[in-house]
């Protein structure tokens, strides 16, 4: 679909131009920053990109991912050592015995957010937005129209380029450093570890460790902890000392290793996304429900390419 063109005449309206394919968004326009050079910003899904533009519910690991580069590279002469990544979603969709909605309803607060709902036709989730990121956390099978199995998606998004830097990473093809990609690994991990969360499924009768139950005083504090709006107007002592506590009280007498669980699940599947694996062609259709994927969206300026530039690229280790 192209904007900003007359369809009938093929007259210019504008000095913008767009164009989306296989799922990825193509513009072009004058930059801002280096008087009138045209730069292209290219923002969308990579994964749904190399499924021609089908869909993302499958695991887009390092290997896939280094073949779309180099299908950005010798198709649209996009040189990924110029290409300025501005934004990067890092994702990993995990299959748990536990409905999907019910992990996301035990989740409390992350830092010195709590989390809002995000409901509408197709999608449930929590989110917390800052001015750098944003943390997305929902029922994947839901969004994806896949019903006959749980799958829980966790996401974190970095806005800027320079929220990236602190990973080593500028360009597109900083992403196929392995190393540099190993970087980003624990931005899932510890902030998943650093959520606030019970599990909702947990029956308020079975607070106990063996036979020794919960004081009523640290019982009622424990409950009323559990709702995003206790947390809401404390400050950061406050908040450091009710995280401290419900934390002790949750270890000594929830006995649900939901948590510890999904942060296990998370590790591996974050492994399993990095490992340089031979290429391989897509699953069928059947079979995309079980996957995952690690790097999903992306958004980048081009601010040079050159189609005579062109290689093979695979993810690699540096020497």
């Known amino acids: 679909m192209i904007e900003h063109i007359d369809r009938n005449t093929g007259e210019i309206l504008s000095e913008t131009k767009e164009a989306e394919y296989n799922g990825l968004t193509f513009i072009i326009k004058q930059s801002t920053v280096n008087g009138r050079n045209p730069v292209m910003l290219v923002c969308g899904s990579l994964a749904k990109f190399y499924n021609k533009g089908l869909d993302n519910a499958f695991d887009f690991d390092v290997t896939m991912l280094a073949q779309t580069i180099n299908t950005l590279q010798n198709t649209f002469g996009i040189n990924p050592h110029l290409a300025i990544l501005q934004k990067l979603e890092v994702g990993v969709n995990l299959h748990t015995q536990i409905h999907p909605n019910q992990i996301i309803r035990g989740l409390i607060t992350h830092k010195d957010k709590t989390f809002g709902i995000e409901k509408r036709k197709g999608f449930f989730g929590y989110k917390i937005e800052r001015q ?109 000392y009710a995280k401290e506590k ?34 391989k062609p897509l699953p069928n259709k059947e079979m995309l429900f079980k996957n995952s994927h690690l790097l999903q969206h992306l958004v980048f300026f081009n601010l040079q390419s050159t189609r005579a530039d062109t290689a093979v690229l695979m993810p690699h280790k540096p020497p």
């Open 132 to 240: 750098s990121n944003e943390i997305k956390i929902y029922n994947k099978g839901l969004q994806a129209g896949i019903y006959n199995t749980n799958i829980f998606r966790i996401e974190k998004v970095l806005k800027f380029n320079k929220s990236l830097s602190p990973y080593g990473i500028t360009t597109l093809a900083d992403l196929l450093d392995i190393d540099k990609l190993n970087n980003l690994k624990p931005l899932l991990c510890e902030m998943w570890e650093s959520v606030i969360f019970f599990d909702s499924g947990y029956k308020n009768s079975n607070l106990r460790a063996t036979k020794k139950l919960m004081k009523q005083k640290d019982k009622e504090f424990f409950l009323e902890h559990r709702t995003p709006n206790t947390w809401a107007n404390y400050h950061k002592e406050q908040r450091r």
């Open 246 to 279: 419900f934390n002790k009280l949750r270890k000594e007498y929830d006995t649900s290793t939901l948590h510890t669980d999904i942060l296990k699940a998370l590790h591996e599947k974050l492994n399993e996304l990095t490992t340089i694996k031979q290429p």
